[in-house]
């Protein structure tokens, strides 16, 4: 089936260092979106991606697509304590839904 | 209005039990999700709602049953659940569906607990 896979599944930083999370897909993706999700939350739309190589920036979070739009990464610099959640990627196989990947768990330590 | 509401937002009910779990926007989005998220683990998809009709069912249980009676609402019937039907239920909204540059608008879920 379709998959959408995250590495790693937890991440456990100190406050200032950077963060980064992977998102991986066993066959081409029409784009992808990214989510984040507070502890006891509901997922918050972050941004999409849509071009083949697409780099967007939004403050201290740098997202990423693929040259071949099967993964994406998110990478967050200088960590704040409102950092923490869980970070999904979600996947449009070019119907009419969103597979959300397996997430990442980002805690921080102060 | 950039919010989608959900009620209750906990509920408790026994396998006998019928309930129905509410959804609203108001953001004039013309597509409506349900999505089941257990502990721990990502938003399952099951039920998409386009244009006011039932687009996809995610071969959900018949216990399920999904219901839109305009275009602003989405209801989630509850009938003879079992207790590993327990988990957050999320509503969400998009304007252009998966493809739309905006995302999902999500409620805050309901909290269901089958006892």
């Known amino acids: 089936g379709q998959q959408v896979m995250q590495i790693p599944q937890y991440q456990h930083v100190q406050e200032g260092e950077d963060f980064t999370t992977y998102c991986n897909s066993s066959?081409?993706?029409?784009?992808i979106q990214w989510y984040k999700q507070r502890p006891g939350g509901h997922p918050v739309f972050l941004i999409q991606?849509?071009?083949?190589?697409e780099v967007k920036k939004q403050k201290r979070l740098t997202f990423q697509f693929g040259e071949a739009k099967k993964n994406s990464s998110l990478h967050i610099t200088a960590t704040q304590t409102t950092d923490v959640g869980t970070y999904f990627c979600a996947g449009n196989f070019g119907n009419e839904k969103l597979t959300f990947g397996t997430g990442t768990r980002l805690t921080i330590i102060p | 209005d950039t919010e989608v509401t959900q009620t209750p937002k906990h509920l408790v009910m026994g396998m006998t039990n019928k309930k129905s779990l509410k959804c609203e926007q108001h953001?004039?989005?013309?597509?409506m999700y349900w999505y089941k998220q257990k502990a721990k683990k990502p938003p399952e998809l099951m039920f998409v709602?386009?244009?006011?009709?039932?687009?996809i069912n995610e071969s959900v249980p018949s216990r399920f049953s999904p219901e839109c009676p305009n275009s602003s609402l989405l209801n989630l019937h509850l009938h003879a659940l079992q207790p590993e039907d327990s988990a957050l239920y999320l509503c969400?909204?998009?304007?252009?569906?998966?493809?739309?540059?905006?995302?999902?608008?999500f409620g805050s879920g309901t909290r269901l607990t089958v006892v």
């Open positions: 953001m004039g989005h013309r597509a």
């Open positions: 709602y386009s244009y006011e009709k039932l687009s």
């Open positions: 969400a909204s998009s304007q252009d569906g998966p493809s739309g540059a905006r995302g999902y608008t």
């Open positions: 991606l849509v071009k083949s190589g």
């Open positions: 066959t081409t993706l029409s784009n």
